[in-house]
C-alpha cells in the first residue's frame, strides 16, 4: 500500500501565523509555491494560505498586506496522517476539491501532496478522474 508519506513533498516551511500576508508573498515567491501552511507558536498547523488568498481576499479586499497577518486566513484545513493510503489521500483532495494537502505525524506537520506529487505517482487515467473531480 502506498502511503501519504511515499508520495509527499517532505521539508515543508510553515509562515507563522503572526506574520504579515506581505511576508507570507515573499516567502512563497522566495520558495517558488503558491501556497503555505500557517503554524503557530504551538508548531502546530493552523491552516493554509495561497497566493489567491493575498490577492482576491486580501488585496483586492482593501487589507494592507504589510499589516494584516497570516492567520487571519486559517480556517478549517483539511489533513492526512503521513501512514493514510494514497486511496485516502485522493478521497480526501477529492472530496473537498483540494489541490495541495498536508501530511501530519505525531501532531507535526511533516509534508504536502500536491498535485504535481499525485502526477508522479498516479497512472494518467487514475490521474485524469483525479483532475475531474478536483475541478468539477
Known sequence: MTTAREIMHPGVQCVDEDASLLDAARMMRDLDVGSLPICGKDDRLHGIITDRDI????????????TTRAGEFGGHVHWVDASDSLAHVLETMGDNQIRRLPVIDDHRLVGMVSEADLARHLPEDQLALFVERVYA
Not at 55 to 66: E, F, L, T
Open 55 to 66: 490577492v482576491i481576499r486580501a488585496v483586492a479586499a482593501g487589507m494592507d498586506p504589510a
